[in-house]
């Protein structure tokens, strides 16, 4: 087997800042910097933004009979590449792979020249980069540029015929095997016969390799090739909840004349099906509710994103019994990617687009969502593709100026040529490139004047435009039957004492509040309307005043989402997981990974098997009567013949208010069910404090709520 050679070009290049792009560069003044990274992580870039100029200079040594090709696979925004004088070519995008042919034009000492531009976009609603979440949103650090080599670039090297292009899923499961397609695409320097072998070896599990060879025959330039294989005995992947995320390693190889090998591709993938009826989805034909949370990058320097970080948020995803995560308005690093199909955790997958965006764009975005779907195509996590984030016009999301608010409602309730013309085109070129997984038009559609809508956005309870989470019960009069998705919801909260104070005076008199409120998303006004600051003595008191408050938004949404499961509702989202800088917003999870305590209060509320209430109010008098439903629901593929609920009330002076016991049998998977109503009345101003104790369905569990008494 020959020795082909792959070269990271990772490392220290030089670099310099530009005020426009030439036919030469003065480097002698140049910056050493690290690739991959962003420009503004070295300190003398830090407030940079718009042109730059990479170069490296490299040793190869030439073996005749291969061939040779320098890929980048990630660079924010526009770039050039220059390999010894010859322009190689120009490319638009952050996540699309580069790759040129360079045999001709390698040397032993070799120049190596890279053009880059990533400007900030000032006007906020005609932006052009398809940067998404990376240059507009209201939970990164606005001071932050992602220009920059962000994925290490590399040579590689191949015989005379290699894989461009591999895309594989499977088309359905029977009692025969798993029926796998491989659309391949090999490119020839000249006519050959070749013959293609694919494997596939077990990757994280224990079995037999499976491999089909066919011989063919290749002409000059790009072939594409369809294959159709049968695998014996499959093992499926499946999601963390319903079984094990088994994978394949999967090789292509290619050999010519007497088993001479050309090239050889590697990837991992899994066998599974998604298909979704409306929004219930059906994961290898069995039915599965869909919970989970949305994912921002894992860091907002995406180039220094660690591989243990990804791995840690599945595991606390999958802990707090989500088995879905939606990457939020951007491509993520591939590292994220593979966590997720080992941890088995489904990904909604959404385009890099935030708001709106200028009519020339249109082209560039049905040419990144195609590259999208080519490069993310084998992940068995990715379930769905979303083809936009909120198509409707916003600059700022704590700005309630009237007439702002009613620019933005109009673009959502009546016209977008964001959504109804761009997403439209950019849905129906998805579909067509990939008919296996769901597409969604555009994220936070709400059904209203006659418009068919998609999942579903509620702010009630965070901005005051929406009134308080109470609306919701309001809103459900209204659009009970678009809920077959919800993916957005919450209320921003702080850190825990130790990690607030990493980046915060640790005396409320001395914060610096402005600063939070410019590099680190606090929306001050409104988190004031909530949880007035003036109210706490010390900050470890209110910053657990600001998770209580968020606790409670979160539960009364799932609560109630999960009450419609399956009637229409086919999955919940809040918003959102984690920060990716040191934050103070709707994360769940802080920066460094520390579990607030909202995460473990959401934990319960995405428990498998629930009993909860549905309060309809949150204040009473004394002495009226308090009328609750209780309901039930399991998500597991387990039944419980005699689940039983205990419901007891008690008032400030600890008197029961209620008591009763309630049995019902749980079939696997069922829907929310209505099992009876706590009924209790007010004896004394204060609060009331209802217990809900669900048992004989695993380890016992106790939800409990409050009610305030006047």
């Not at 009979?65 to 952050?94: D, M, Q």
């Not at 998705?485 to 915060?504: H, I, L, Y």
């Not at 209110?542 to 968020?550: E, F, G, L, N, P």
Request: net charge positive; hydrophobic share 35%.
């Amino acid at each position: 087997m020959p020795d082909f050679r792959k070269r990271e070009l990772s490392g220290p290049w030089e670099i310099i800042a530009v005020n426009g792009f030439s036919d030469a560069y003065d480097f002698s003044n140049s910056l050493r910097i690290t690739v991959p990274s962003h420009w503004q992580q070295h300190p003398e870039l830090r407030a940079h933004a718009g042109k730059v100029v990479y170069r490296r200079r490299f040793s190869w040594r030439k073996v005749r009979g291969r061939r040779v090709h320098l890929s980048f696979p990630g660079i924010f925004y526009w770039s050039a590449v220059c390999l010894n004088g010859k322009t190689l070519g120009a490319h638009e995008g952050y996540f699309e792979p580069q790759v040129y042919d360079v045999t001709a034009d390698l040397k032993a000492e070799n120049e190596l020249i890279v053009e880059v531009d990533c400007p900030d976009e000032k006007d906020k609603t005609d932006k052009r980069m398809i940067t998404g979440i990376f240059s507009h949103w209201d939970c990164l650090d606005p001071a932050t540029n992602p220009g920059g080599i962000w994925l290490p670039p590399f040579l590689c090297e191949t015989g005379e015929a290699h894989v461009t292009e591999n895309m594989i899923h499977t088309e359905r499961i029977d009692e025969q095997g798993a029926h796998q397609m491989e659309r391949l695409t090999i490119h020839a320097e000249k006519n050959l016969k070749a013959t293609v072998t694919t494997t596939y070896e077990p990757e994280n599990f224990q079995g037999d390799s499976q491999s089909f060879v066919r011989g063919i025959e290749l002409h000059s330039g790009d072939n594409s090739l369809v294959f159709r294989h049968t695998i014996l005995k499959p093992q499926l992947w499946w999601t963390h909840d319903l079984g094990r995320p088994n994978l394949y390693r999967v090789r292509v190889r290619i050999d010519v004349g007497k088993a001479k090998l050309c090239d050889q591709w590697d990837g991992v993938t899994g066998l599974r099906t998604v298909k979704f009826q409306d929004w219930i989805c059906h994961l290898n034909g069995t039915r599965l509710y869909l919970k989970g949370n949305n994912l921002p990058p894992i860091d907002t320097r995406i180039a220094a994103a660690k591989k243990k970080t990804a791995q840690k948020d599945f595991q606390l995803a999958a802990k707090a019994h989500m088995n879905i995560m939606r990457v939020h308005a951007h491509i993520s690093h591939p590292m994220l990617y593979e966590a997720a199909d080992r941890a088995g955790m489904l990904l909604w997958q959404d385009m890099p687009l935030q708001w709106v965006y200028r009519k020339e764009v249109l082209h560039e975005v049905i040419r990144q969502g195609r590259a999208m779907v080519k490069l993310l195509y084998n992940h068995p996590c990715v379930a769905i593709w979303c083809c936009h984030n909120e198509s409707f016009s916003v600059v700022d999301t704590d700005e309630e100026n009237p007439l702002t608010v009613a620019g933005t409602l109009f673009s959502m309730l009546v016209f977008s040529w964001n959504r109804d013309v761009m997403d439209k085109h950019n849905k129906k070129s998805i579909e067509k490139f990939d008919s296996t997984r769901k597409v969604v038009r555009s994220s936070g559609e709400m059904a209203l004047l006659g418009k068919k809508g998609t999942d579903l956005h509620f702010y009630g309870g965070w901005y005051r435009i929406m009134g308080t989470h109470r609306s919701f019960d309001r809103i459900l009069k209204f659009v009970r039957k678009g809920l077959g998705f919800v993916t957005e919801f919450g209320a921003q909260s702080f850190p825990d004492e130790v990690n607030s104070k990493r980046f915060m005076n640790e005396d409320m008199r001395k914060i610096d509040w402005k600063t939070l409120e410019d590099r680190h998303s606090l929306q001050l006004d409104l988190m004031d309307h909530w949880t007035p600051r003036d109210h706490y003595k010390t900050l470890g008191e209110y910053i657990q005043a600001t998770q209580d408050y968020q606790s409670k938004i979160n539960r009364y949404y799932i609560d109630r989402i999960r009450a419609l499961k399956y009637d229409p509702n086919g999955g919940v989202m809040p918003f959102m997981f984690v920060d990716p800088n040191p934050a103070i917003q709707w994360s769940i999870v802080d920066y460094w990974r520390r579990p607030k305590s909202s995460y473990y209060k959401m934990a319960d509320a995405l428990r498998p098997v629930y009993a909860f209430a549905l309060l309809p109010k949150d204040k009473y008098r004394r002495g009226e009567s308090l009328r609750a439903p209780l309901y039930i629901v399991n998500d597991s593929q387990k039944s419980f013949p005699e689940a039983q609920i205990e419901v007891r009330v008690w008032d400030d002076e600890n008197r029961e208010a209620y008591s009763k016991s309630f049995t019902h049998p749980l079939e696997p998977d069922c829907r929310a069910t209505q099992v009876g109503v706590v009924d209790a009345r007010a004896y004394i101003t204060g609060k009331l404090r209802i217990e809900i104790t669900l048992k004989n369905c695993g380890k016992d569990f106790v939800n409990v709520y409050e009610a305030a008494i006047q």
